[in-house]
């Protein structure tokens, strides 16, 4: 199998910190190919265990070069959020950008870390809307699961948007736990 050396670029939130990494990537998952194949699930689950596997190995070093602070409560903190962004589908530069949280043990902060990269995301697509209809995708975004944490096929909740399923047997399995944020960020 054919491949080509991407850079996965990992911006860690409250830090001066990038840290540059080097994979070597499928054809199949570069730039021609990845144009017409955004709106397949296979496409998008082998491209998200490459993105998966990257940032597991660099996890590492990501949590190192974050900040030890949560970003919204000040805590220490006891996990990384990282989030990927697909740019393989561009022909002269494909790459892989990976913004980095550090997050406490909080739901609340992880709900408000997540929300806080939506408005990123949707920032990131307005600024790269596609030339021509029959362009591909500006990104592609990878949101999993909140149970099982498989991305492929996944939908937001449709009330706060800051959390995804892959059907309505996890979004029930854990609708008794996201309810409160899920009402809380809404005022109800």
């Known amino acids: 199998m054919a491949t080509r050396p991407i850079p996965f670029e990992f911006y860690c939130k409250n830090s001066s910190k990038k840290l540059t990494y080097t994979h070597d990537i499928p054809n199949s998952l570069i730039a021609v190919g990845a144009k017409f194949a955004q709106s397949d699930a296979g496409y998008i689950d ?18 190192a070069a974050s900040n030890p602070r949560c970003g919204i409560c000040g805590s220490p903190t006891t996990k990384i959020r990282q989030t990927p962004v697909s740019w393989l589908h561009v022909e002269d ?72 399923y892959c059907g309505k047997e996890h979004q029930k399995k854990d609708w008794n736990m996201h309810k409160r944020e899920c009402f809380e960020d809404r005022g109800t």
Do not use: Y
């Open 93 to 164: 530069d494909p790459s892989v950008c990976v913004w980095v949280h550090g997050v406490c043990d909080t739901r609340e902060c992880d709900i408000q870390t997540q929300r806080q990269m939506q408005g990123v995301m949707a920032q990131v697509a307005r600024d790269n809307q596609p030339q021509s209809a029959s362009a591909p995708k500006a990104l592609v975004e990878f949101m999993a699961c909140k149970v099982c944490h498989k991305a492929a096929g996944t939908k937001r909740c449709a009330r706060c948007k800051a959390v995804a």
């Open 46 to 63: 082998r491209v998200q265990n490459v993105i998966e596997a990257a940032m597991k190995e660099h996890e590492p070093a990501c949590r």
